[in-house]
């Protein structure tokens, strides 16, 4: 995996903030500094203003960023009190925001090094994914993906995937039916490794669902990378309430991850 750039605290302002699914938002900002340094699969912390209370950083992965418009687009899911303001936050509004944070993907370097990869995202854990597939587009390596979620409008992130050069066979599932499938997009990920050769795997999306991925690469014998999700409190490698049981001990997901090779990873 490439060497993160240090993170440092950038001011941003608000461009857009919008709904695009049901409790789900995108939110672009400006910050250009940032949007130059980002990798794909690294979070960044963001200060929501508007409660002296709150001292905690949001922490997020980011959907897209454009070094030349110096914008970094991040898709939030409102569970709280945090992500509620962050909601509210208007444009031309500003705060600050810590990043980049930790490892991302390691993304490999062209269709040589993978002529096909295989990408699953489960709920807040596609921005990661799309993010990752805009990457692999760009590098021309052609790609499959499984989308889940609960329910059609909390399914984000087909029309921007299906869009991109390279995107090969996509299937979306829903837990109630209401789009693409009722399954767990775990399903068609465990069909497609059992018949295709791909060279790299990654997921990113509730902890069962990553595991049931990493399980079906092993399998198959792929490499497997998987974007955990814990709580953070300082983002920066100083709290340890990140903590995540690897074969290789204890690390950090803010500094050692969020992206780690699933097969080291004990505590899901
Ligand atoms: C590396 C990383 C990347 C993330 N990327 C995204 C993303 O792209 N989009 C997105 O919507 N969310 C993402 N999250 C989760 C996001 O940080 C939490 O949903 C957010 O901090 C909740 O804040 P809150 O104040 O609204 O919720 P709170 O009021 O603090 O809590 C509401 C609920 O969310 C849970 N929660 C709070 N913080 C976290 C956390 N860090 N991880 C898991 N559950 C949490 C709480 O246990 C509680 O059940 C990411 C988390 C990490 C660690
Ligand atoms: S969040 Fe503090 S050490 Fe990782």
Known sequence: MPTPSPARVHEFTVVTNKAVGENIFS???????????????????????????????????????????????????????????????????TSSILGPGGHGWSVPEDANACPRALLVGGGIGIPPIVCLA?????????????????????????????????????????????????????????????????????????????????EASERAGVYCEASLERMMSCGFGACATCAVETSDGMKGACMAGPVFDASKVVSW
């Open 27 to 93: 939110l672009t900002i400006k910050a250009p500094r940032l949007a130059a340094m980002l990798h794909p699969g690294q979070f960044m912390n963001l200060q929501v203003p508007g409660n002296a209370m709150s001292l905690l950083r949001i922490p997020l992965s980011y959907a897209a960023a454009d070094p030349e418009a110096g914008t970094v687009e991040l898709w939030y899911a409102v569970v709280g009190e945090g992500t509620q303001r962050l909601s509210e936050m208007r444009p031309h509004a």
């Open 134 to 214: 805009r990457a692999l587009s760009e590098r021309g390596i052609s790609f499959d993906v499984c989308l889940g979620a609960t329910t059609a409008s909390k399914l984000v992130g087909a029309a921007e995937i299906e869009a991109l050069s390279g995107c090969g066979e996509l299937h979306l599932c829903t837990d109630d039916g209401s789009l693409g499938s009722r399954a767990f997009c775990t399903d068609p990920a465990a069909l497609l490794l059992s018949g295709k050769r791909y060279a790299y795997v990654a997921t990113c999306g509730p902890s069962p669902m990553m595991q049931k991925v990493a």
